[in-house]
């Protein structure tokens, strides 16, 4: 299973990277994770447009889901004609979302493109990934993923503050692909973002191997929030850039 990291900025795309999105690809399948500004154009560098299998939306702020306005355009508009509707797994009313942000008729919005899945909290497969979603801690309706495949697993946060349930997602993982939004010792809103500090403390007390910080707005000291990271959880830290990429297995 390999990790790619196609845009890792938080909030708003930095000069360096779009906002967020991830290209999970195992036994020739491509889940894509968010899609959020600017996102859809680094995309291409590692993928075809029309080779992804399935998309799976944590939630939806514009900063993880935005760019399915124009993917809805590249797929609808495809010389050739649109391909068949691609499943699009998101929280309660991502199709109705994602018309009015492309200011069309929710009915049928772009439903004849996407095949829209509503997500609960539970287990189901995407082709030979498994998924475990979970919600966490975010003002929206918001979820974190547990992703396995060939006994190795990658959890991403998504968008939370502390919460038992990233934990619990993050149990024994190969690789944690975790929020840290805010710095230690600011003032931080509860429920909304994780600080390097707080992620390390998450990796720490899940026994992941490996810890990726991700989603650091450009506002964000990243040196700061590497350096608490590490004060709090032992194993390798990192920031994510985009265009990276982890093999897991």
Not at 147 to 174: K, N
Not at 181 to 194: K, Q
Request: glycine share 10%; hydrophobic share 35%; net charge negative.
């Amino acid at each position: 299973m390999d990790l790619t990291v196609v845009g890792c900025s938080g909030s708003f795309p930095s000069p360096d990277s779009p906002c967020s999105c991830y290209l999970v690809e195992a036994d020739g399948y491509r889940l894509v994770i968010d899609l959020g500004n600017g996102a859809l154009g680094a995309l291409q560098r590692h993928c075809g447009l029309y080779d992804v299998d399935a998309v799976l939306l944590s939630h939806l702020h514009a900063d993880h889901c935005i760019d399915m306005c124009a993917y809805w355009v590249a797929r609808n508009y495809r010389v050739g004609g649109c391909p068949d509707p691609l499943p699009v797994h998101g929280p309660q009313g991502t199709a109705e979302r994602l018309a009015r942000a492309y200011d069309m008729d929710e009915q049928p919005g772009m439903k004849e493109v996407f095949d829209f899945h509503t997500l609960t909290s539970g287990t189901f497969t995407l082709g030979p990934l498994r998924i475990t979603a979970a919600p966490v801690a975010h003002p929206v309706e918001a979820y974190g993923f547990r992703i396995e495949h060939g006994g190795h697993v990658l959890a991403y946060s998504g968008d939370t503050g502390p919460c038992p349930e990233l934990t619990t997602l993050a149990r024994d993982a190969d690789l944690l692909l975790c929020e840290a939004s805010f710095t230690h010792g600011l003032e931080d809103i509860p429920d909304l973002h994780l600080n390097g500090r707080q992620a390390g403390e998450t990796a720490a007390a899940a026994g992941a191997r490996r810890l990726v910080l991700t989603h650091i707005p450009p506002w964000t000291d990243t040196g700061r929030n590497l350096a608490d990271a590490r004060a709090a959880y032992p194993g390798p830290v990192e920031a994510a850039r985009s265009g990276a990429v982890y093999h897991l297995g």
